[in-house]
């Protein structure tokens, strides 16, 4: 059973363009986790959100956790080429508990 | 310092062989997870190995089995492989536990012909 849904799973944009990919479920986790792989390389940790309503911020990118802790949202800001990679949610329910990843969303930005 | 560090880097085996991976975590890292990214599936949690000992498992049959070395290596294998066993197998380290920071190899792609 996939718990984590991300939406959309392909997107494909313009250099310079916005975008926001969303990570959502039914269940509450104690944290969320954005990851970014690379073809060829093992996913890579860009931000956990812990707190319910929370926004961080990581130069272009944008990351907020839901108030009721079951969703989240990645906003890019004038994506570039580099952007390019396959975006992954992943949460914990509690501590204990391995990782589990949505299937991910498949970021193309061409110049 | 080296990162997670995953062997071979692609294996290739013929259905009902039994294939063997290998992981070496950062160093400092005792915890080792094994997930399985198969086309279309996203990652799918296998094994979680913290101080040797199986801290979780995911839902996946007993073929798929593994062990944590005193050294806080681990190897994962696969008995019976089946063609739909084929997936870039990747294993991922952390602090004690801290699921929440999760640092990944580079993965073994894994062909059952």
């Known amino acids: 059973t996939q718990l984590l849904e991300q939406s959309p799973q392909f997107l494909s944009i313009q250099e310079g363009e916005n975008l926001t990919v969303y990570c959502n479920s039914s269940?509450?986790?104690?944290?969320l986790q954005w990851y970014r792989q690379e073809p060829g390389e093992g996913p890579v940790l860009l931000v956990t959100?812990?707190?319910?309503?929370e926004v961080k911020k990581l130069k272009r990118l944008t990351f907020q956790f839901g108030d009721a802790r079951k969703d989240s949202s990645l906003h890019i800001t004038a994506a570039q080429p580099g952007d390019t990679g396959l975006y992954l949610c992943a949460g914990s329910h509690q501590a204990g508990t391995a990782l589990i990843f949505g299937k991910g969303t498949t970021l193309s930005v061409s110049s | 310092e080296a990162g997670v560090t995953q062997s071979p880097t692609h294996l290739i085996k013929t259905r009902g062989q039994q294939a063997t991976l290998r992981c070496s975590p950062i160093s400092g890292h005792t915890s080792v997870y094994w997930y399985q990214q198969a086309l279309g599936l996203g990652l799918q949690f296998l094994l979680w190995y913290d101080e040797g000992e199986e801290r979780n498992r995911g839902n996946f049959p007993p073929r798929f089995s593994g062990r944590q070395f005193p050294n806080y290596s681990s190897e994962l294998n696969v008995n019976a492989l089946e063609l739909e066993d084929s997936a870039l197998y990747l294993c991922?380290?952390?602090?004690?536990?801290?699921?929440?920071?999760?640092?990944f190899g580079s993965g073994t792609q894994l062909s059952v012909l």
């Open positions: 269940s509450v986790f104690s944290s």
């Open positions: 959100v812990v707190t319910g309503g």
């Open positions: 991922a380290s952390s602090r004690q536990g801290a699921v929440e920071k999760l640092f």
